[in-house]
């Protein structure tokens, strides 16, 4: 379906698109439409489904704009939210899905695949994508779903190693100097992905893995000088890398190989002045081809039930109030 909406001449598109178009971006990671822009024109192309919840979000900010003079990117967000609600009913996290959705990974318990339909929009943009980065809250899947689409593509021998990042920041505390070799110091800050990778594959056939370097879990700062061929690379907690730091990552990217960034940008641990790297590249890539920007919602949620109502109280009243 297509469909083209006419701005009215008191409506100045670079109000409404936002800066860099980054609302209309917005609008396209999360309900998977295509969105061009031009002048006073709009065009919006997909699902129905879709196209007819982007022209409602649309026309919401254009009202918003004309009340308020200005639109924050929390407006687009509420508006997302309002959207992906009306379209489909949240599903619970033990519901069934059909065997067409799961990734096939080393083992069959537990069942892994998307839950909503923001995640499976993440799902596909990392099928078309060399490099997709994904921002969201706590429980949306960002770190989990990446890690089965390595696994998958690592069993059909479409890449030939998995290399795992995170930036060693502390989430407001000082560990101090931490006993024991450099695996042991890092360790802490690596158990997530850990925890992801013991669900895709039997214990020994990870150990055997790493111990051949085809999985590598590391920290951010030991990627630099690196190439990475034939490989799947996340970087996980994206959100507390600098600015030089992201740069420096994604230029690792080599023949044949995907790139994921996953980071909740509610969530920067950074010294205060520094910009966050996931922010930044976000902003600064959403427009290159072959560069996917998606951003996952409350309404992605799929952990404890209370963990969306949580996001949304500290969401709504900011963590100094």
């Not at 290399?163 to 042991?184: I, N, S, T, W, Y």
Request: contains cysteine; glycine residues 6%; proline residues 6%.
């Amino acid at each position: 379906m297509e469909l083209s909406i006419t701005l009215e001449s008191q409506t100045p598109p670079q109000l409404l698109f936002g800066s860099g178009d980054r609302h209309l971006r917005q609008i396209r990671s999360a309900l998977a439409v295509q969105i061009s822009a031009r002048d006073s024109v709009v065009r919006l192309a997909g699902d129905p489904p879709a196209v007819t919840a982007a022209a409602k979000v649309l026309e919401a900010l254009k009202l918003r704009l004309r009340e308020h003079q200005h639109i924050r990117e929390q407006d687009v967000t509420e508006l997302l939210e309002q959207a992906l609600e009306t379209r489909q009913p949240t599903q619970h996290p033990s519901a069934d899905h059909t065997e067409d959705s799961t990734i096939d990974v080393y083992t069959t318990h537990p069942r892994i695949g998307p839950k909503t339909d923001g995640q499976a929009a993440y799902l596909q943009a990392i099928h078309k994508h060399d490099l997709t980065i994904c921002l969201g809250p706590a429980g949306t899947g960002k770190t989990y779903l990446a890690v089965a689409m390595a696994v998958t593509l690592l069993k059909h021998h479409r890449i030939k190693r998995i290399v795992l990042v995170r930036p060693a920041v502390e989430a407001g505390e000082k560990l101090g100097f931490l006993p024991g070799d450099m695996q042991a110091k890092v360790n802490p800050y690596l158990r997530p992905l850990f925890d992801a990778m013991h669900d895709m594959m039997p214990f020994e056939q990870l150990k055997r893995f790493m111990q051949n370097d085809i999985i590598e879990v590391i920290p951010l700062a030991f990627m630099r000088g690196r190439t990475l061929n034939h490989s799947a690379v996340i970087l996980d907690e994206a959100q507390n890398s600098t600015v030089a730091q992201m740069l420096m990552f994604l230029t690792r990217l080599g023949h044949d190989s995907k790139m994921i960034v996953t980071g909740d940008d509610s969530q920067v641990d950074l010294e205060r002045g520094q910009k966050s790297g996931l922010l930044d590249a976000a902003q600064r890539l959403g427009p290159v081809p072959g560069v996917a920007v998606v951003r996952l919602l409350k309404s992605d949620i799929v952990r404890h039930p209370l963990v969306q109502h949580i996001v949304e109280v500290y969401g709504e009243n900011g963590l100094n109030k």
